[in-house]
């Protein structure tokens, strides 16, 4: 008598091919999943694209806190700050705003460090055996990284954020402005003090790192389909199935990593990701007179100027908005002002600009773990300043659940169904 045939395994679908899907979509074809990647977009064209390529595992204090809270009002009057608000987004962006003010309470913002203490050191651990497998060495520099300082309040406002990181033993030095000018040639007279990371980490080309994975990922078997996920089906408390407008794809779980997009897949599921998009800007220069290998951040400034494949690249500056309005290109032109007085004479002609959305949770705590009502549905978004820095600790963590292990109890304050339903 025939046998009849043993049914295929049902994919584990990840919506979302920016650099935490592909990290995530790399990590479960390692450990032995089917993974079949779901995007309108090639891979890692949205905000995984322009980042600044600092891998920042010693970034361990939440962008939401009281002294941040605090500057809201001057933020609002001045449009060139590193902190602004994208007026015509302003009614939008009230609800948003005032959970931020309930999340900057110190009780909070402990919570937010001891998860960015779990999480960072998941990272690094994470960064360096993902380059390994995935053979990315080339794209990664590790040269250190230099925060600069043009006052001494400047300087004195990181004091809590260096204490945290002198607590967990980071490796760094407190650097005048002579020592910034020899680690970092070409700085302006007026940088008054520094702080050097030495085992700081960038990528010369963050787009190249997504599509690297992306490569590597079809190379050993996996698929990236391009379509926009439109809904979710389910049976009870499972996740059956993928709609991507007519077309239904079974699959055995799913794992949301669709950035700033991710709430629209959440409320399929009854619950919220109440995501902002944090506009950031970069723009490339060609790298006339550039005498430094390291990224240097201005921090006063918001910014970072990283050396990169294609150029120099000046990324950063935040501006609060609401998702896909046009971008304001005078927050890129400062960029270019600002690198003026921070490095004279330093950078070219400018050969691109680019804006993109960081998905921004309001207590800045990324939303990591497995969704309230289906135990099949992963979450792996919000990730804001430090997505591309914590991809892959996000990818290991949602192995590790799909494994039946459970998150470090530090972890459970990024639980994606804290927003409520
Ligand atoms: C100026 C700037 C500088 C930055 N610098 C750094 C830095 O130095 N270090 C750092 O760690 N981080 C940095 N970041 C942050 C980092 O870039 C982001 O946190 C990260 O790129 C977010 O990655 P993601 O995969 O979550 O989102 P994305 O890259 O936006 O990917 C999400 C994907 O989901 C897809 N998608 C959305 N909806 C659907 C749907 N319905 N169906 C199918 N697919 C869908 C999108 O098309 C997209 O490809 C910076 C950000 C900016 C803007």
């Known amino acids: 008598m025939a046998s009849s045939p043993v049914p295929a395994a049902l994919p584990v679908a990840v919506i979302g091919a920016g650099i935490v899907g592909m990290a995530t979509a790399r990590a479960l074809q390692r450990a032995g999943r089917q993974v079949v990647v779901l995007d309108n977009e090639d891979p890692g064209r949205k905000t995984s694209f322009g980042n600044a390529g600092f891998i920042a595992i010693d970034h361990v204090l939440p962008l939401c806190r009281p002294d941040v809270l605090r500057r809201v009002p001057k933020m609002l009057r001045d449009p060139n700050g590193p902190l602004t608000i994208h007026l015509p987004s302003l009614l939008w962006l009230l609800p948003w705003m005032a959970r931020f003010a309930?999340?900057?309470?110190?009780s909070e913002v402990k919570k937010g460090v001891d998860a960015f203490g779990t999480l960072m050191e998941e990272a690094n651990a994470s960064w360096k055996s993902e380059i390994q497998s995935s053979n990315l060495g080339e794209?990664?520099?590790s040269l250190g990284a230099l925060y600069v300082y043009e006052t001494e309040a400047g300087f004195q406002s990181g004091a809590h954020e260096r204490a945290l990181q002198a607590a967990k033993g980071t490796a760094m030095e407190i650097v005048d402005g002579n020592r910034a000018r020899e680690l970092a040639p070409g700085l302006a007279p007026h940088i008054v003090k520094g702080v050097y990371y030495p085992h700081g980490?960038?990528?010369?080309?963050?787009?190249?790192?997504?599509?690297?994975?992306?490569?590597?990922f079809v190379a050993e078997g996996g698929r990236i389909?391009?379509?926009k996920v439109t809904g979710i089906d389910v049976d009870g408390n499972r996740a059956t199935a993928v709609r991507m407008g007519d077309r239904v794809k079974p699959v055995d779980a799913v794992v949301i990593c669709a950035g700033r997009a991710s709430g629209d897949i959440t409320r399929h599921l009854r619950f919220r990701a109440p995501l902002v998009a944090e506009r950031g800007y970069h723009v490339m220069v060609e790298p006339t007179n550039v005498r430094?290998?390291?990224?240097?951040?201005?921090?006063?400034?918001?910014?970072?100027?990283?050396p990169m494949r294609e150029g120099l690249r000046l990324a950063g500056t935040v501006e609060l908005g609401a998702p896909d309005k046009p971008p304001s290109w005078h927050r890129a032109d400062l960029l270019v002002k600002h690198l003026k007085s921070i490095f004279p004479g330093v950078g070219g002609a400018e050969t691109s600009r680019w804006m993109g959305e960081?998905?921004?949770?309001?207590?800045?705590?990324?939303?990591?773990?497995?969704?309230?009502?289906?135990?099949?549905?992963?979450?792996?978004?919000?990730?804001?300043?430090?997505?591309?820095?914590?991809?892959?600790?996000?990818?290991?963590?949602?192995?590790?659940?799909?494994?039946?292990?459970?998150?470090?109890?530090?972890?459970?304050?990024?639980?994606?169904?804290?927003?409520?339903?």
């Not at 980490?201 to 590597?216: G, K």
């Not at 600790?393 to 494994?403: E, F, G, H, N, Y």
Request: overall charge positive; aromatic content about 8%; charged content about 20%.
């Open 102 to 106: 309930l999340a900057a309470r110190d």
């Open 139 to 141: 794209l990664f520099r």
């Open 201 to 216: 980490m960038h990528t010369i080309s963050p787009y190249h790192v997504v599509t690297a994975l992306a490569e590597r």
């Open 225 to 227: 389909e391009k379509a």
């Open 292 to 306: 430094f290998t390291l990224p240097v951040s201005p921090s006063e400034r918001g910014f970072f100027i990283t």
């Open 358 to 421: 960081r998905p921004s949770l309001p207590d800045f705590r990324p939303a990591i773990g497995r969704a309230p009502h289906h135990h099949n549905v992963y979450c792996g978004y919000g990730h804001q300043h430090v997505g591309l820095t914590l991809a892959t600790a996000t990818a290991r963590l949602i192995v590790r659940l799909m494994d039946g292990e459970a998150l470090p109890p530090t972890l459970a304050s990024c639980d994606p169904g804290r927003f409520g339903s």
